[in-house]
């Protein structure tokens, strides 16, 4: 058992729109409850450019992300019950919770009143900065770790700890499955696993994107039909058509022409998070009892669903693996949207 600070290789933003360099973070003593997990792979998620370049402000610096994270137990405190050396396990959004809450008691750590821990950009309950997977080990409560199954490889399976239980939570939560008809909203990390899950649930998919360059590839994904949204007799064509429709984008969108796809008592949900706020005529929800809301990414028992649900149909993510070097043009390709659909990091070039 490590009963001491160990000092781990990782590659950390320095400061505010620094790029991301090669350095050492401390990683903490295996504690009774701990595994010490070793990184093998870590999904770029687009949430880590907005924190590591402080668009969201009160970033922590150095600051390591990471926090889609796929690798293998090295080693389990004294009182770990759920893993064992060896076991294949995955690391999402949040390393800790307050456990006491009326979410966390209900599964719904990710609402935690208190806030709970995030992965990194965090503090953990000593006020010690988190540190996320862009590294090469982390050490995390056995009871904050996923089961990644056998039948999914680590590197398709990474993206699964955000981008894969952010749709998969309001899919299930709404109940997306045979005889309904979802529209996934852009077809990016977020999208293409939405069209992956939804399908697989059995609904009818719609892919919404902004224009007919991703058809080919949404309906290869799974999709029923794929409409797009520069058109705007799409808008007309679709009207009043869907039970349930996600919106992936993080650009503001026009929320009253997306809610004017939605069929009475329908909803809209946003899981993408613009920047500035945006305005709505209500009526737009009035007219056919709709509902407007959002979701964020899943609580510990339904991210270990999620992972079940996705290994026993075969859903990883589409993804593209680079060497450690790469992630500062990796940033930059997902800014522009180009990339099919993931960055997973190779751990073992950190
Ligand atoms: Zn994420
Ligand atoms: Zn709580």
Redesign the pocket.
């Known amino acids: 058992m490590t009963t001491h600070v160990t000092t781990v290789p990782a590659y950390a933003a320095p400061a505010a729109h620094a790029p991301l360099e090669r350095t050492t973070v401390p990683r903490r003593p295996v504690g009774r409850h701990d595994v010490l997990i070793a990184i093998e792979y870590t999904g770029i998620?687009h949430?880590d450019i907005h924190q590591a370049r402080d668009g969201w402000g009160k970033g922590i610096y150095p600051m390591v992300p990471g926090?889609?994270i796929a690798g293998v137990v090295a080693e389990a405190g004294p009182g770990v019950t759920k893993f064992r050396v060896g076991d294949r396990v995955g690391v999402g959004?949040f390393v800790d919770s307050c456990r006491e809450c009326d979410h966390c008691l209900r599964g719904l750590e990710q609402y935690c009143a208190r806030g709970g821990t995030a992965t990194y950009n965090g503090r953990d309950e000593n006020g010690e900065p988190t540190y996320g997977g862009y590294s090469t080990h982390i050490v995390v409560d056995e009871n904050y770790t996923l089961r990644i199954p056998d039948g999914i490889g680590l590197d398709e399976a990474a993206p699964l700890l955000?981008a894969g239980i952010t749709l998969y939570s309001p899919l299930a939560h709404w109940q997306a499955g045979p005889g309904k008809k979802v529209a996934v909203v852009g077809l990016g990390g977020l999208g293409h696993m939405g069209v992956k899950i939804a399908h697989a649930l059995g609904a009818e998919v719609t892919v919404l994107s902004r224009s007919l360059k991703k058809r080919e590839e949404a309906l290869a994904l799974g999709a029923d039909h794929y409409y797009a949204t520069g058109d705007p007799e799409t808008f007309t064509a679709l009207a009043g058509t869907f039970d349930l429709v996600i919106s992936t984008v993080s650009a503001p969108l026009d929320l009253g022409a997306y809610l004017g796809l939605v069929r009475t008592d329908g909803a809209l949900v946003n899981v993408g998070a613009p920047e500035e706020p945006v305005t709505l005529n209500l009526f737009s929800l009035i007219g056919g009892r709709k509902t407007l809301a959002g979701s964020m990414i899943g609580g510990i028992a339904e991210t270990q669903e999620m992972l079940d649900f996705c290994a026993t149909h075969g859903l990883g993510a589409g993804i593209e693996v680079i060497a450690a070097d790469k992630i500062n043009e990796a940033y930059e390709r997902v800014i522009a949207s180009d990339v099919r659909y993931r960055f997973v990091i190779d751990a073992s070039t950190i």
Request: proline residues 0%; glycine residues 0%.
């Open positions: 998620c949430s926090h889609e959004c955000c």
